[in-house]
C-alpha cells in the first residue's frame, strides 16, 4: 500500500505564495516514489499579493491562501486546520517566499518570528509521533524552532542562515542538489532556490530530498 505524505502549500507564485516549480517538483518526485501525496493549505489572507511581472506589491488587491494554492493542487486541496497527523506517513513543505509570509511570518520578523497556529498544530503533530518532514527553499525557517537542535540548510545565504541559528538550529552550507538529514529529529532539507537555480536543479534537489524523505519512514 502507497504511503499517504502531507504536502503544505502557501500559495501560488514565489514572490508571495508557493514556489510552483519546487511545489511541482516535490508533488512529481513523491508520486514517482509511489507515494500517495494530499495537499494542504491554510485557509487566510495571503500578507500581501505581488505582482510577478514587475516585482511590485498590488496594494489594492487580496488573495486567499488556501484558494491560490489549489490552482498548484488542481483543487484538490484541504484546508491545514482540518489535518490528522495519524493519517500521514510524512511531511513535506515547498518553499518560496509564501512559507515566511504566509505559514509565517519570517520575511518580517526574522528569529522572533511566529508560525501560523494551524500550520504550527500540523508539523508538530509529526513531531510528536516521530514521522519525518521535509523542508524545501525557505521553508527551513517554518520549522526550525519546532524542533530540538535542528540541523538543516537553506544553502550559502550566510544573513538567513545566521537567523536560523538564532532560532536554536545548526546550519550547513549545501549546494544544488545536496541534501542535509538530521536523522535523530527526522527532518530532511535542501536548499533549491535559495540558490542560484534552474528547473533540473529543483528537481534534483526534490527529487533527492522525497527519496529521503520515505526512506525515514520506518527508519
Same mark, same amino acid.
Given at each position: 500500500? $502507497?504511503?499517504?505524505?502531507?504536502? &503544505?502549500?502557501?500559495?501560488?507564485? =514565489?514572490?508571495?505564495?508557493?514556489?510552483?516549480?519546487?511545489?511541482?517538483?516535490?508533488?512529481?518526485?513523491?508520486?514517482?516514489? !509511489?507515494? *500517495?501525496?494530499?495537499?494542504?493549505?491554510?485557509?487566510? /489572507?495571503?500578507?500581501?499579493?505581488?505582482?510577478?511581472?514587475?516585482?511590485? &506589491?498590488?496594494?489594492?488587491?487580496?488573495?486567499?491562501?488556501?484558494?491560490? $494554492?489549489?490552482?498548484?493542487?488542481?483543487?484538490? &486541496?484541504? /484546508?491545514?486546520?482540518? =489535518?490528522?497527523?495519524?493519517?500521514?506517513?510524512?511531511?513535506?513543505?515547498?518553499?518560496?517566499?509564501?512559507?515566511?509570509?504566509?505559514? $509565517?511570518?519570517?520575511?518580517?520578523?526574522?528569529?522572533?518570528? &511566529?508560525?501560523?497556529?494551524?500550520?504550527?498544530?500540523?508539523?508538530?503533530?509529526?513531531? *510528536?509521533?516521530?514521522?519525518?518532514?521535509?523542508?524545501?527553499?525557505? $521553508?527551513?525557517?517554518?520549522?526550525?524552532?519546532?524542533?530540538?537542535?535542528?540541523?538543516?540548510?537553506? !544553502?550559502? /545565504?550566510?544573513?538567513?542562515?545566521?537567523?536560523?541559528?538564532?532560532?536554536?538550529?545548526?546550519?550547513?552550507?549545501?549546494?544544488?542538489?545536496?541534501?542535509?538529514? /538530521?536523522?535523530?529529529?527526522?527532518?530532511?532539507?535542501?536548499?533549491?532556490?535559495?540558490?542560484?537555480?534552474?528547473?533540473?536543479?529543483?528537481?534534483?534537489?526534490?527529487?533527492?530530498?522525497?527519496?529521503?524523505?520515505?526512506?525515514?519512514?520506518?527508519?
Amino acid at each position: 500500500m $502507497s504511503v499517504k505524505v502531507a504536502v &503544505i502549500l502557501s500559495g501560488c507564485g =514565489f514572490l508571495d505564495g508557493a514556489e510552483i516549480h519546487e511545489a511541482v517538483m516535490t508533488l512529481y518526485a513523491l508520486q514517482k516514489l !509511489g507515494a *500517495k501525496t494530499y495537499c494542504f493549505a491554510p485557509d487566510i /489572507d495571503q500578507r500581501d499579493v505581488v505582482n510577478h511581472l514587475t516585482g511590485e &506589491i498590488a496594494r489594492n488587491e487580496k488573495r486567499n491562501v488556501l484558494v491560490e $494554492s489549489a490552482r498548484i493542487a488542481r483543487g484538490q &486541496i484541504q /484546508d491545514i486546520a482540518a =489535518f490528522d497527523p495519524e493519517q500521514f506517513a510524512a511531511m513535506a513543505l515547498p518553499g518560496g517566499f509564501g512559507a515566511a509570509k504566509n505559514l $509565517s511570518s519570517f520575511a518580517v520578523d526574522g528569529a522572533a518570528c &511566529i508560525i501560523n497556529p494551524d500550520v504550527e498544530n500540523a508539523i508538530k503533530g509529526m513531531i *510528536k509521533r516521530n514521522k519525518p518532514v521535509a523542508a524545501l527553499c525557505i $521553508s527551513p525557517a517554518v520549522v526550525a524552532r519546532l524542533y530540538t537542535s535542528p540541523t538543516l540548510t537553506i !544553502g550559502q /545565504d550566510v544573513e538567513t542562515a545566521s537567523t536560523l541559528v538564532a532560532m536554536g538550529a545548526r546550519h550547513e552550507t549545501t549546494g544544488h542538489g545536496e541534501v542535509v538529514v /538530521d536523522r535523530a529529529n527526522k527532518l530532511v532539507t535542501t536548499p533549491c532556490y535559495m540558490l542560484d537555480a534552474t528547473v533540473p536543479d529543483i528537481a534534483s534537489g526534490a527529487e533527492n530530498a522525497m527519496e529521503v524523505l520515505l526512506t525515514l519512514i520506518d527508519d
